[in-house]
């Protein structure tokens, strides 16, 4: 989220540690509910709906603590944005699926739904605390009330939510804010030099050699940034929305004030204690490494 922002939207009253994993609450979901293919990022080969390996009766994972040794490192860079802990307690009322194993089924199917809404929430909920979008703050409460209103569905309405209908009145709202942000950050470094808006949605950069580039109010939604090198770039105040960050060498990079970049993103990447975050992400533990 922005460096601007504040833990709660003051109109929704919606925590942001709501929308954080809490393991401690959730019935292991992202390691039952969802496959996984042997890759570089997993061991081994996981069908959705089973169990993985590492999955201990607690729900607790084995090898967390050595999931990138363990080549799990697929793992560190999910986030469920605290739908886990929704669907296990609220959508099935704190009854685990080894306790009720007639409902498994069922909360696996939710849980990627619900997955979907989080994440939706997540943005929307930063969408709120940027002062530029205050235009559409109105629109945007709406949505975040609505999306909120569906994630409390049952499990059976759930299942049948049409989630990308939804997605799009969300993303088109996501998409206006991003304009705003972003026309004002243009406007504030460059003054009455007007510079033309850098446009790279859902670009291949991978691998691409970036070095202290200036990306400052860019459009990188879903860009392809895999193994590119952008150490000491500015990406102040760019839509960051779905880029692919993995191995991107973010040493010594300015990310404050960049919108819609998330925990999982940034676990993905590479970085160093040079590098700017905003402030309610986390520096990740394995950066040290390319200190």
């Given at each position: 989220m922005?460096e601007?922002?504040e833990?709660?939207?003051p109109k929704?009253?919606?925590?942001s540690?709501?929308?954080r994993a809490?393991c401690?609450k959730?019935f292991?979901?992202?390691?039952?509910?969802?496959p996984?293919?042997?890759?570089?990022?997993?061991?081994t080969?996981?069908?959705?709906g089973?169990?993985?390996?590492?999955?201990?009766?607690?729900?607790?994972?084995?090898?967390?603590?050595?999931?990138?040794?363990?080549?799990?490192?697929?793992?560190?860079v999910?986030?469920?944005?605290g739908?886990?802990?929704?669907?296990?307690?609220?959508?099935f009322?704190g009854?685990?699926?080894r306790?009720?194993p007639?409902?498994?089924?069922k909360?696996?199917d939710v849980?990627p739904?619900?997955h979907?809404?989080?994440?939706?929430?997540?943005?929307?909920t930063?969408?709120?605390?940027?002062?530029d979008?205050?235009?559409?703050?109105?629109?945007?409460?709406?949505a975040?009330?609505?999306t909120?209103?569906?994630?409390?569905?049952s499990?059976d309405?759930?299942?049948?939510?049409?989630?990308?209908?939804?997605?799009?009145?969300?993303?088109?709202?996501?998409?206006k804010t991003?304009?705003?942000?972003?026309?004002?950050?243009?406007?504030q470094?460059?003054?009455?030099n007007?510079?033309?808006?850098?446009?790279?949605?859902g670009?291949?950069?991978?691998?691409?050699?970036l070095?202290?580039?200036?990306?400052?109010?860019?459009?990188?939604?879903?860009?392809?940034?895999i193994?590119?090198?952008f150490r000491n770039?500015?990406?102040?105040?760019?839509d960051?929305i779905?880029?692919?960050?993995?191995?991107?060498?973010l040493?010594?990079a300015?990310?404050t004030?960049?919108?819609?970049l998330t925990?999982v993103?940034?676990?993905?990447?590479?970085?160093?204690?040079?590098?700017?975050?905003p402030?309610l992400?986390?520096?990740p533990?394995?950066?040290?490494?390319?200190?």
């Amino acid at each position: 989220m922005s460096e601007n922002n504040e833990d709660t939207n003051p109109k929704n009253n919606i925590s942001s540690n709501s929308l954080r994993a809490d393991c401690e609450k959730c019935f292991g979901l992202c390691c039952v509910a969802l496959p996984f293919a042997a890759s570089g990022d997993f061991a081994t080969k996981k069908d959705a709906g089973k169990p993985c390996t590492n999955l201990q009766s607690d729900f607790r994972c084995g090898i967390h603590k050595n999931l990138r040794q363990q080549r799990f490192k697929g793992c560190t860079v999910f986030d469920c944005f605290g739908a886990g802990q929704k669907v296990s307690q609220s959508t099935f009322k704190g009854v685990d699926w080894r306790e009720s194993p007639e409902t498994a089924k069922k909360m696996f199917d939710v849980f990627p739904i619900m997955h979907q809404l989080h994440e939706m929430l997540w943005y929307l909920t930063e969408a709120l605390t940027l002062k530029d979008a205050s235009p559409i703050h109105g629109e945007l409460s709406s949505a975040l009330d609505e999306t909120e209103r569906l994630s409390l569905l049952s499990p059976d309405t759930l299942i049948k939510l049409d989630v990308p209908s939804h997605r799009a009145v969300v993303n088109a709202l996501l998409l206006k804010t991003s304009e705003l942000v972003r026309n004002k950050a243009l406007h504030q470094h460059t003054g009455s030099n007007k510079r033309k808006t850098i446009d790279r949605r859902g670009v291949d950069l991978m691998g691409s050699k970036l070095r202290g580039a200036d990306f400052r109010g860019a459009n990188l939604r879903g860009a392809y940034l895999i193994g590119a090198d952008f150490r000491n770039a500015d990406l102040r105040m760019a839509d960051l929305i779905g880029a692919d960050f993995r191995d991107t060498d973010l040493r010594g990079a300015n990310l404050t004030g960049s919108i819609f970049l998330t925990q999982v993103q940034v676990n993905a990447a590479k970085g160093d204690e040079h590098t700017k975050l905003p402030h309610l992400l986390s520096r990740p533990t394995h950066w040290s490494a390319f200190e």
